[in-house]
């Protein structure tokens, strides 16, 4: 069977691979040359992608990202104040939109949302979607590399892959896993999204961007804890959930059913390997703590569009010193993201009273020393810096 011919290919179409899709589109001259291989596997919760309640908080360089790709939800919370604490000790501190001198800290989107609204962009791009069976690599030579998707044979010069799947085994398995929910508060607060670190786990309250009024829930706690409070009935969980958040919002009542989704750090040592690059979750994924993964993938794309834009003009010629260069640049932000994200993970969980004391302090040191607090917050909030 004859082999359908093409400059690059993007395997995957999630909000990574569907950006990267929208940033080649622009620079190409011949936007038809690119092609993005999709495939619709149930998303986390085993719904279709674009209906995954999953929610991210995006920070302000990915919120203009996508705006510029005409690719912004319809519905977004804004975030003004970012409240952090430790349960049980006195350890807290409050980011205020303010201090950075921006109208917001972040937002948070609805990840079915963002997915329908770059699929959709990424339909009338130019850019051709070969949507069907979940595509793969088969081989790789000096002039390109062969891809199949069912009984889709195909050839490109480069493929970008970004399915999400690294393929390596995780570099930390957490003992930690997410339930994820919603649930009303009875003393709600506009634009505050909390994140509350216990001794099992951070847990996030944030506000929801399309039930108004209503808090999204990422709660980590151990997988026997995580089974057990899945298992309860909506008043006990909420209950449970009061008692672990605390007051600040009055009480909390969940609103939907409670998914668990079990967590793992993985940091692929190479993104490059020849004419393949690997870019978002599939080079990096990360503990939801602090909302990193989808931030740090669109730095990935957006990185790696300028370092093609030579090559895009001249595609005949080798992508491998571009691809060098992506991912020299990319190294120190991939390396930074992960490691803080990891230690933020686990530092109040170690069981050891000194540190997790220590973290505590930390916490209050910096609501206490703006100059200590600014550089982590600005690195966890304005994300693209090219
Ligand atoms: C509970 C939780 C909360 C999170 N919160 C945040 C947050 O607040 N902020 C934040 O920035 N990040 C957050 N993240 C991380 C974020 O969800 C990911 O970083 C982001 O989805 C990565 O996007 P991606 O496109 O790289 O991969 P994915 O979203 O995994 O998309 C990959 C796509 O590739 C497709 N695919 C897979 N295999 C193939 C194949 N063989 N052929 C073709 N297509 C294929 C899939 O169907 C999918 O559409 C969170 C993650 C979790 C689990």
Redesign the pocket.
């Given at each position: 069977m004859q082999s359908q011919d093409f400059d690059l290919a993007i395997?995957?179409?999630?909000?990574?691979?569907?950006a990267l899709a929208l940033l080649l589109a622009r620079l190409s001259p011949q936007p038809a040359r690119i092609v993005l291989?999709?495939?619709?596997?149930a998303?986390?919760y085993g719904h279709r992608?674009e209906l995954d309640p999953?929610?991210?908080?995006?920070?302000h360089g990915?919120r203009v990202l996508l705006n510029s790709l005409g690719a912004w939800p319809q519905q977004a919370a804004f975030i003004q104040t970012i409240h952090v604490s430790q349960r049980g000790r006195l350890g807290r501190t409050v980011i205020r939109h303010h201090d950075f001198n921006v109208p917001e800290l972040g937002c948070?989107v609805r990840?079915g949302q963002l997915?329908d609204k770059l699929t959709r962009a990424v339909g009338a791009s130019g850019v051709q979607v070969l949507a069907g069976?979940?595509?793969?690599v088969t081989n790789q030579d000096a002039s390109g590399v062969s891809l199949e998707?069912g009984a889709r044979q195909l050839r490109a010069k480069l493929v970008i892959q970004?399915?999400?799947?690294t393929g390596i085994r995780p570099t930390r398995e957490y003992t930690q896993y997410?339930l994820?929910t919603r649930a009303r508060a009875s003393r709600p607060r506009a634009g505050w999204a909390f994140e509350r670190f216990t001794n099992e786990g951070p847990l996030?309250v944030?506000p929801h961007p399309e039930a108004l009024g209503e808090q999204s829930i990422?709660w980590c706690c151990t997988p026997e804890r995580a089974k057990a409070l899945q298992a309860l009935a909506p008043e006990h969980f909420s209950q449970a959930l009061t008692e672990t958040f605390g007051s600040r919002l009055g009480t909390l009542t969940v609103q939907a059913p409670v998914a668990c989704?079990p967590?793992a750090m993985t940091l692929r040592p190479k993104t490059v390997d020849g004419r393949c690059v690997a870019?978002?979750?599939?080079a990096q994924?990360?503990h939801?703590v602090a909302?990193?993964?989808?931030?740090?993938?669109?730095r990935d794309a957006a990185t790696l569009t300028i370092a093609l834009r030579d090559w895009l003009v001249a595609p005949e010629q080798t992508p491998g010193p571009a691809l060098q260069r992506y991912e020299q640049l990319r190294g120190p932000d991939r390396q930074l993201t992960v490691r803080l994200t990891d230690l933020l993970s686990r530092v109040f969980t170690t069981k050891a009273t000194v540190v997790e004391h220590a973290a505590g302090l930390a916490l209050l040191g910096m609501d206490l020393l703006p100059a200590l607090r600014a550089p982590l917050a600005r690195h966890l909030l304005q994300g693209l810096r090219l």
């Open positions: 395997l995957g179409g999630g909000p990574v691979g569907s291989l999709q495939t619709e596997t998303s986390l992608p999953r929610v991210l908080a995006i920070n990915s948070v990840y997915y069976e979940s595509a793969r998707q970004a399915d999400g799947l997410a994820l996030a944030l990422v989704v967590l870019i978002g979750n599939a994924t990360l939801p909302g990193q993964g989808l931030n740090l993938g669109l």
